[in-house]
Structures are given as structure tokens and as C-alpha cells.
């Protein structure tokens, strides 16, 4: 059965992002409004995670300008993985659906709309994989190759070229939370929840 309506929130880690935070939050809300227009209730979370610069209060200004922008503040810098899923478990009461991206966006968005797609048709784990590493330096092919390999002969069930760039359902973040796990590994850890699960591919920028 699709789902025809639901809500979506789309969980940004930040640490020094000033930069960017405009820019991101405009492409987001662009796809936040197609995605209204086909019954989605779209909003954005950023997680500051301990920033320096002036990440924090930029939030606060999107967040009064912008009624689907949200924020979330960690008291210190914790690392990606651990700003990533504090912005998770914030998001599972306010979300059917959770989309994980940086705020570089080198991610392309408008994948957000498969990804939604796949939702519709019953995926409870989308992931976005990246379809070709040609941009990338011979060493970052080699050493990204071979963090894979690593990885998989120590028993770590990873979706190649892939990050953290997901959609997660609801049901699956619940489940999740049962791992318990202090030493944060996401992409290492989704795959093992053992719900339907798809993949996109795009053209990393």
C-alpha cells in the first residue's frame, strides 16, 4: 500500500558551516516545497554540532525566517556520527520518514525525491550511493577502495560508495535504537537492521 501522505524530516549535521547554511537551507526549502505539493510535510533539522563560527546563530535567524526550519544545538563538539544521530532521535516524533545529507550538499537533494518515491513503495531504507568516484584523485579511489575491502573482510556488511546520505523510516529508527551502541559506525550499523531496503544512485558535485 503507497503512502500518500506523511511527514519528512531532513536531518543536517553542522559543525563551522556559515558558509554554506544559506545557500543549503534554499535548495532544502525548494525541495521541501515539491515535496508539500505531493503530500509530504517536509522540514529541515541542523545540528550544530559544537561550531566555532557563527553556525549557531545562523540556525536561529533561518529558523525565525524560514516556520520549516529547525534547530538543535549540542553543548560540545561530539563528532559527526554522534551530532548525526542525536538529530535522528530528535526527528523520530515528528517524522514518518527521516532523510540524513551534510551541509555541503555535495549530496545531490533532488535524490530526496526517489528516495521518497521508494518510501512510497514500501523501502524502510533508502541509501544514496554514489554512481562514479572519476572527480576523485588516484589516491582517494585507492584508499577509499581499500577501506571497503577492510571493512569487509572484518565482517562489516557496507553498501559500497555509499556514506550517510539515507532515508530511514520511523519504524527502522525505533528498532535502531535497541543497538544500544556507544561507538557510533552508522553506515557500518543500518544495513543489519534487516528491514526493506533499496538504493539510488547519483553524480556526487
Same mark, same amino acid.
Given at each position: ?120 513503495? /514500501?523501502? @524502510? #531504507? !533508502?541509501?544514496?550511493?554514489? %554512481?562514479? &568516484?572519476?572527480?576523485? *584523485? ?5 584508499? =577509499? ?9 572484518? /565482517?562489516? @556488511? #557496507? !553498501?559500497?560508495?555509499?556514506? %550517510?546520505? &539515507?532515508?530511514?523510516? *520511523? ?5 535502531? =535504537? ?9 553506515? /557500518? ?17
Amino acid at each position: 500500500m503507497q503512502k500518500e501522505t506523511f511527514s519528512l524530516v531532513i536531518v543536517v549535521p553542522c559543525y563551522n558551516e556559515e558558509a554554506v547554511l544559506t545557500e543549503t537551507t534554499q535548495r532544502l526549502l525548494g525541495i521541501a516545497g515539491r515535496l508539500k505539493a505531493d503530500g509530504v510535510s517536509t522540514h529541515i533539522l541542523y545540528v550544530d554540532d559544537g561550531s566555532r563560527d557563527a553556525t549557531w546563530s545562523l540556525i536561529n535567524q533561518l529558523s525565525a525566517a524560514h516556520a520549516e526550519v529547525w534547530g538543535l544545538k549540542l553543548a560540545v563538539n561530539a563528532g559527526h556520527q554522534h551530532a548525526l544521530w542525536a538529530g535522528l532521535e530528535a526527528a523520530v516524533p515528528h517524522a514518518d520518514a527521516i532523510v540524513s545529507i551534510d551541509a555541503d550538499l555535495q549530496d545531490d537533494p533532488d535524490v530526496i525525491l526517489q528516495m521518497v518515491a521508494h518510501y512510497r513503495e /514500501g523501502a @524502510d #531504507l !533508502v541509501f544514496g550511493v554514489r %554512481d562514479d &568516484r572519476s572527480s576523485d *584523485s588516484w589516491f582517494k579511489r585507492a584508499t =577509499a577502495q581499500g577501506f571497503y575491502r577492510m571493512m569487509q573482510a572484518m /565482517g562489516t @556488511d #557496507l !553498501v559500497y560508495n555509499h556514506a %550517510d546520505y &539515507r532515508l530511514i523510516s *520511523s519504524r527502522v529508527l525505533q528498532e535502531f =535504537a535497541n543497538f544500544r551502541e556507544v561507538n557510533l559506525f552508522l553506515r /557500518g550499523m543500518f544495513p543489519l537492521v534487516g528491514f526493506k531496503s533499496t538504493s539510488v544512485y547519483y553524480e556526487r558535485h
